[in-house]
């Protein structure tokens, strides 16, 4: 039994209540949460070394392929023209957006292998080097 003091419209009043359950002696429990597991529990890291790069080829070196399918929007190079490296030399559009593409080397350019608005599948050739 608890003694409890009520004010009433004014008028106070003391009263014995029966405690049937006190919420003051149930102890809150957090809620159940299972074990996280991260990643490098699922995954036995492997120390195989990759295979070294082999260099590309001297027909690799003279051509110069699409990274990516697209539409080509420029090509501000023409034949016989020596870029730099870094030089774009088209710009094309994929999923609505322009890319540029940019010389790997430093060269002069022998062909251009496409035009403005050709569509383009990634690996195709685009220009090739002298």
């Keep these: 039994m608890k003694k409890l003091l009520i004010t009433v419209n004014g008028k106070r009043y003391e009263v014995d209540v029966e405690v049937v359950q006190d919420d003051d002696a149930i102890q809150a429990q957090p809620p159940f949460r299972p074990p996280v597991r991260t990643m490098d529990s699922y995954v036995t890291p492997v120390t195989t070394p990759l295979p070294p790069k082999s260099k590309p080829s001297a027909a690799e070196k003279k051509t110069l392929a699409s990274p990516i399918n ?24 994929a999923m609505k957006m322009k890319t540029n593409i940019s010389s790997p080397q430093t060269g002069k350019i022998k062909s251009i292998k496409v035009k403005v608005g050709d569509t383009i599948e990634a690996g195709q050739a685009l220009l090739m080097f002298e």
């Design 70 to 93: 697209g539409v080509v929007l420029e090509i501000p190079v023409k034949e016989a023209q020596a870029v730099k490296e870094n030089d774009v030399l088209f710009v094309l559009e």
